[in-house]
């Protein structure tokens, strides 16, 4: 009986007859590895390419949300500054009313007298000091 002795030393012959040192299903399960894993390193790389893009478009989305606020608190801020000008305004014009009126008082309180010094030279007049 004759020995096999390559195939005791874990060495193979293929069909083309090369010597091999791998049987041929483990090569070929190898080769199929390497496919798998060069497809799988693919779809990862689609993913990255998905999920950067997502990434980007979450990133404008919040930029755009913070402008949208900062122009929300923009105006907040100034329909407040413009509603303490208002009151502002008022108290001013309050304050000027106010002034007009005990200015109002104090003319009708000098006018007496003036329609009285006024009213007397008629009253002297009529009075006959002038009479005949």
């Given amino acids: 009986m004759a020995k096999d002795i ?4 874990g ?14 299903e483990v090569t070929q399960q190898t080769i199929e ?17 998905i ?3 997502l990434i980007e478009l979450v990133n404008r989305l919040a930029k755009a949300a913070e402008n949208e606020k900062m122009k929300a608190i923009g105006a907040q801020n100034l329909l407040k ?8 305004q008022e108290q001013q014009l309050q304050a000027l009313i106010a002034e007009k009126k005990m200015q109002l008082g104090r003319y009708r309180v000098g006018l ?4 009285q010094v006024a009213k007397a030279p ?10 005949s």
């Avoid at 193979?12 to 791998?22: A, I, K, S, T, W």
């Fill in 6 to 9: 390559p195939g005791e030393a």
């Fill in 112 to 115: 007496v007298p003036v329609a």
């Fill in 51 to 53: 999920v950067g893009g």
């Fill in 33 to 49: 590895l390497k496919e798998e894993c060069k497809d799988f390193v693919d779809k990862i790389g689609q993913f990255q390419k």
């Fill in 81 to 88: 500054s413009t509603a303490k000008q208002r009151e502002a």
């Fill in 122 to 131: 008629a009253t002297y007049i009529q009075g006959g000091e002038f009479e």
């Fill in 11 to 24: 060495l193979q012959f293929d069909e083309l007859n090369q010597l091999r040192v791998l049987d041929p």
